[in-house]
C-alpha cells in the first residue's frame, strides 16, 4: 500500500487549521477584519487631506526627473542589502516549529514542505509593497503632472517589484547558506553600483531602473521594464534555493517567531525588542568602539557614565540602522517643508524607533529591577537620568537628519528651524521610547480603577500615545514653516512652540519619576475603599 505524502501533507494542515479555527468566532474574526479596514481606508483618505495639493516647484520636477530614479535605486538597494543580511541569518522563510521538528525532518520532500509558506511569503511581499507603492501613487498624482493611473501604475509596479527582488534575494541566501564576508561584499557591489549611478546620474544598475519605473510619467520608459525579467529570475531562484535551508537556522527562527508573537499579543516592546535582536543575531560588541578615559569629575555622573559605556558597544548593525533612520527622518522632513504635511506622521515613527534604540540603558535598568532598588538613589531619579542621557544622545542622530535634509532640499530656512526645534524633538522622542517600556514588577499596568469598557481604549492609548508624542516633537517646524510663508522670520516661531513641547517633556519626565509613588497611593486608596 504506498502513500501519497504530498496529499497526507495537505490533509494535515488541513486538520491543523480546522482545529485551530474552532475554538475562535468567526463573527469576532469578521468584525476584527470589518474594524480593521475602515479605519485604515478612513485613516488613509484623512491623511491624503492633510495633502496640499498645489503643484511642486518646476525645478524639483526637473531634478525628479533627472536624479529621482536613481535615488529610488539607492533606497531599494539599501532594502536589498537589509534583505541579504536577513537571508544569512536564516530568513525571512518562518514556519512553524512544529513543522520544523517533524516536517523537515520526515521523508516528505523539503520542497513539498516549503512550498505552500514560500508563496505565501512572496504573495505577501508582493501585496504589503504594492500596497505601499499605491499610497506613494496617489501622493504624487496630487502633487506632480500626470494622471493617476500613471502613478498608481509605476509606483504599485515598482513596490511589487521590490518585495519580490527582496524576498528572492533573502531566499537565495539563506537556501545556500552563505554568511559573513560573501554577503558583505554582495550587499556592498549592490550598494556601491547604486552609489555610482547617483555619482555619475546614469542608470545602469537595476534598481535604478526600478526606481524610473517609480516615477514613471516622470521618467519612466517601456526599457525600463526590462528590469522584471531580472526580478523573475531572482524569484524562481530563489524558490529553488529554498530547500537548502539549514533547519537549524529555522527551528531558531521559529521559536524566536513564536515568542515574538506572544510578546506582541502582550503588548510587551521591550521583550519584542529583545527578541529581534536575537533574531539578527545583533550583540553587544565585545570591547567600546572608541574607549574614553572617564575624568573624575564625571564620576560624580555614575548614569550618565554608564548610558555612555553603552552607546560606545553598539554594534555597527545598529549604529547604520539608527543612522539610516535619522536620514530617512530628515528627506522626510524635507518634503514636509515643501508642503507635504502628511510626512509629519512618518517622522515621527521614525524617531520614535531610533527613541527605542536610544532609551536602551534605560531599558536595561528597567529588566533589572532588584539591581535598581539596591542603588543609594531614589529609582525614579535614575530613570530620568538616564532619560536626559538619551536626549544627549539624540542631538547627534539629530544632526545627521539635519544633513540630510539640507541635501534634499538645499533651504537654510529649514536648517534653522531643525536646530531650533533639537532640544524639544529630543526630549519628547526619549519620552516617548521611555513610555512604551514596562516596568518589570511595578504597577503601572494596573487598571487603577478604570471599568472594564475601556479596557480596549487603554491599550490603544498605550500602543498610539507614544509615537503621537515623538511627532509632537516635530511641529515646531511646521509652525517655522508656516511663517516663513507669511514672510516672518522663522526663529522665533519655531522657539516659542518648542518651549510649549518642552513643558510637555517636562511632565513626560515627571510622571517617569513619580509614577510610582503615584501608583503606590492609587492602589492604597483602592485598599481603603
Known amino acids: 500500500m504506498t502513500v501519497d505524502m504530498k496529499q497526507a501533507l ?18 469576532d474574526i469578521a468584525y476584527k477584519a470589518y474594524i480593521t479596514v475602515v479605519f485604515g481606508v478612513f485613516g488613509f483618505f484623512v491623511a491624503l487631506g492633510a495633502v496640499d495639493e498645489a503643484p ?20 531599494i538597494a539599501a532594502v536589498v542589502a537589509a534583505a541579504l543580511r536577513s537571508g544569512a541569518n536564516g530568513g525571512p522563510l518562518t514556519i512553524d516549529d512544529i513543522d520544523a521538528h517533524h516536517l523537515l ?10 512550498d505552500r509558506p514560500v508563496r505565501k511569503l512572496f504573495l505577501s511581499a508582493a501585496g504589503a509593497a504594492g500596497v505601499l507603492g499605491a499610497a506613494a501613487g496617489e501622493l504624487g498624482a496630487r502633487r506632480m503632472d500626470g494622471t493617476k493611473t500613471e502613478w498608481v501604475f509605476g509606483a504599485v509596479l515598482a513596490g511589487v517589484l521590490v518585495g519580490l527582488l527582496a524576498v528572492g534575494c533573502a531566499l537565495i541566501i539563506s537556501g545556500h547558506r552563505k554568511r559573513g564576508p560573501i554577503v558583505t561584499i554582495l550587499w556592498m557591489a549592490v550598494s556601491g553600483w547604486s552609489i555610482a549611478d547617483v555619482w555619475f546620474n546614469i542608470d545602469t544598475s537595476p534598481l535604478s531602473f526600478i526606481g524610473r519605473i517609480a516615477i514613471w510619467p516622470l521618467a519612466g520608459e517601456p526599457v525600463h521594464l526590462a528590469v522584471i525579467a531580472l526580478v523573475a529570475v531572482v524569484v524562481i531562484a530563489g524558490y529553488r534555493a529554498v530547500v537548502g535551508v539549514s533547519v537549524e537556522r529555522i527551528l531558531r527562527r521559529a521559536v524566536l517567531i513564536r515568542q515574538i508573537r506572544f510578546a506582541l499579543s502582550q503588548q510587551d516592546l521591550r521583550s519584542l525588542i529583545l527578541l529581534r535582536r536575537q533574531l539578527a543575531f545583533e550583540a553587544p560588541r565585545r570591547r567600546p568602539l572608541v574607549k574614553i578615559r572617564i575624568p573624575r569629575i564625571a564620576a560624580r555622573f555614575p548614569v550618565f557614565v554608564r548610558d555612555l559605556r553603552s552607546y560606545m558597544r553598539w554594534p555597527t548593525r545598529r549604529i547604520t540602522r539608527v543612522a539610516g533612520l535619522s536620514i530617512v527622518a530628515g ?22 524607533l531610533i527613541s527605542l534604540e536610544v532609551v536602551e540603558p534605560y531599558g536595561q535598568e528597567v529588566d533589572h529591577p532588584t539591581v535598581m532598588e539596591t542603588m543609594p538613589l531614589d529609582t525614579g531619579r535614575i530613570l530620568v537620568e538616564h532619560l536626559i542621557g538619551g536626549a544627549v544622545a539624540m542631538i547627534p ?7 540630510a535634509a539640507f541635501a534634499a532640499s538645499g533651504s537654510v530656512d529649514l536648517v534653522v528651524s531643525m ?7 529630543a526630549l519628547v522622542s526619549v519620552g516617548a521610547g521611555a513610555l512604551s517600556i514596562q516596568r518589570v514588577g511595578s504597577n503601572e499596568t494596573t487598571s487603577m480603577g478604570v471599568p472594564p469598557e475601556l479596557a480596549g481604549p487603554q491599550v490603544l492609548y498605550k500602543l498610539l500615545w507614544p509615537p503621537a508624542l515623538a511627532t509632537i ?21 519655531t522657539i516659542n512652540a ?26 492604597a486608596g483602592q485598599q481603603g475603599k
Open 10 to 27: 495537505s490533509e494535515l494542515r488541513s486538520a491543523r487549521r480546522r482545529r485551530h479555527l474552532r475554538g475562535m468566532d468567526k463573527s
Open 56 to 75: 511642486i516647484g518646476e525645478n524639483t520636477v526637473q531634478w525628479l526627473t533627472s536624479h529621482g530614479g536613481q535615488w529610488i535605486g539607492l533606497g
Open 105 to 114: 525532518l520526515s521523508p516528505l520532500s523539503r520542497h513539498d514542505v516549503l
Open 331 to 352: 528627506l522626510s522632513v524635507a518634503g514636509m517643508w515643501h508642503g507635504t504635511t502628511v510626512l509629519i506622521a512618518g517622522t515621527g515613527v521614525l524617531l520614535y
Open 397 to 403: 542622530i539629530w544632526l545627521v537628519a539635519i544633513a
Open 419 to 425: 536646530l531650533a526645534a533639537m532640544v524639544p524633538m
Open 473 to 493: 516633537g516635530i511641529v515646531p517646524i511646521l509652525v517655522g514653516r508656516q511663517a516663513l510663508r507669511s514672510a516672518d522670520p522663522v526663529v522665533s516661531p
Open 498 to 523: 518648542g518651549i510649549f513641547v518642552v513643558i510637555l517633556g517636562g511632565l513626560v519626565f515627571g510622571w517617569i519619576r513619580f509614577r510610582d509613588a503615584i501608583f503606590e497611593a492609587a492602589a
